[in-house]
């Protein structure tokens, strides 16, 4: 049985969750579109954003693992995403496909009534969508479309996947009186950043000669570009805290930390003088 999500993750059937989340931060960073100005790269991204979203679910997987490419009328991801044009949304459909709902008269998010039937007293509409991590950090609009009506949403700093927003009277419509639209909010993903709750953790690159003698570096955070003074003898993976750039805890009002994770690029020997070399090469410890 063809399974292409996992040839779009470049990863094996039989991969663990963190294989797969480990292949997607690779190829969403090498393809991300502010990063990758390629003819197709966009569209790559999309795939692999969508391929993401269903190998990262356990229900949705569940239910790929069982049924493979025929959900796809047969095609592989691909072909399935090609044929589906530039501007149709990919998480959308697939959240139509694994258990999104049926929707109502062509909702694109899935939902209904909340269990009452047209005519009964809860107009209220259920629906999900997708929001950007950044979005979802700084908060924001984000354009929906529902029942052929299209409007902006406010999406509040901070807010996490699984949290929900009500947009008043945006929900079906009956004897003069209009329900509410009930949206669960999933954030998408981020190449760059982990969360967890309220904490951001971030790698950012430094030369070997910067991790050895310390010098000073400019790092783009999602709140502001910073100045991080870098030590000498930095270690591979050691933490910075920076304080009250995380996340917005809409509770308390206060922001979480953000953490970066120093990632040494080692230079090529090749590209090094050969008397260094030579000089690293004999004097260098072993340990």
Same mark, same amino acid.
């Given at each position: 049985?063809? +399974?292409?999500?996992?040839?779009?993750?470049?990863?094996?059937? =039989?991969?663990?969750?963190?294989?797969?989340?480990?292949?997607? &931060?690779?190829?969403?960073?090498?393809?991300?579109?502010?990063?990758?100005?390629?003819?197709?790269?966009?569209? +790559?991204?999309?795939?692999?954003?969508?391929?993401?979203?269903?190998?990262?679910?356990?229900?949705?997987?569940?239910?790929?693992?069982?049924?493979?490419?025929?959900?796809?009328?047969?095609?592989?991801?691909? @072909?399935?995403?090609?044929?589906?044009?530039?501007?149709?949304?990919?998480?959308?459909?697939?959240?139509?496909?694994?258990?999104?709902?049926?929707?109502?008269?062509?909702?694109?998010?899935?939902?209904?009534?909340?269990?009452?039937?047209?005519?009964?007293?809860?107009? @209220?509409?259920?629906?999900? !969508?997708?929001?950007?991590?950044?979005?979802?950090?700084?908060?924001?609009?984000?354009?929906?479309?529902? =029942?052929?009506?299209?409007?902006?949403?406010?999406?509040?700093?901070?807010?996490?996947?699984?949290?929900?927003? &009500?947009?008043?009277?945006?929900?079906?419509?009956?004897?003069?009186?209009?329900?509410?639209?009930?949206?669960?909010?999933?954030?998408?993903?981020?190449?760059?950043?982990?969360?967890?709750?309220?904490?951001?953790? +971030?790698?950012?690159?430094?030369?070997? +000669?910067?991790?050895?003698?310390?010098?000073?570096?400019?790092?783009?955070?999602?709140? *502001?570009?910073?100045?991080?003074?870098?030590?000498?003898?930095?270690?591979?993976?050691?933490?910075?805290?920076?304080?009250?750039?995380?996340?917005?805890? &809409?509770?308390?009002?206060?922001?979480?930390?953000?953490?970066?994770?120093?990632?040494?690029?080692?230079?090529? !020997?090749?590209?090094?003088?050969?008397?260094?070399?030579?000089?690293?090469?004999? *004097?260098?410890?072993?340990?």
């Amino acid at each position: 049985m063809a +399974k292409s999500l996992y040839e779009t993750l470049e990863v094996s059937e =039989n991969a663990t969750a963190d294989e797969i989340k480990k292949a997607y &931060r690779k190829l969403a960073r090498k393809y991300h579109p502010d990063v990758n100005k390629e003819a197709g790269a966009e569209d +790559k991204f999309k795939e692999i954003n969508a391929a993401y979203e269903v190998l990262s679910d356990k229900e949705k997987k569940m239910q790929y693992d069982q049924h493979g490419d025929s959900m796809f009328g047969g095609q592989n991801f691909h @072909d399935f995403a090609q044929r589906q044009g530039h501007n149709v949304d990919l998480d959308e459909i697939l959240r139509q496909m694994f258990g999104g709902g049926s929707g109502f008269g062509g909702n694109p998010f899935g939902g209904g009534f909340s269990g009452h039937s047209f005519g009964g007293p809860d107009l @209220d509409t259920q629906a999900q !969508i997708t929001v950007a991590f950044d979005v979802a950090i700084l908060g924001g609009k984000q354009h929906i479309t529902m =029942n052929s009506e299209s409007f902006d949403i406010k999406i509040p700093e901070g807010i996490s996947s699984g949290q929900k927003i &009500r947009a008043k009277g945006k929900g079906k419509s009956y004897q003069g009186q209009r329900g509410d639209l009930i949206i669960t909010v999933n954030v998408a993903a981020s190449p760059e950043y982990e969360r967890d709750e309220f904490t951001l953790t +971030k790698y950012f690159d430094i030369p070997l +000669k910067t991790a050895l003698f310390g010098n000073k570096v400019l790092i783009k955070t999602l709140h *502001k570009d910073i100045t991080l003074k870098v030590p000498q003898n930095t270690k591979q993976h050691q933490k910075f805290r920076v304080k009250e750039l995380g996340v917005l805890n &809409r509770k308390t009002g206060l922001r979480g930390d953000l953490y970066l994770k120093a990632n040494i690029i080692l230079p090529k !020997i090749e590209d090094l003088d050969e008397t260094l070399v030579k000089q690293l090469e004999e *004097k260098l410890p072993e340990n």
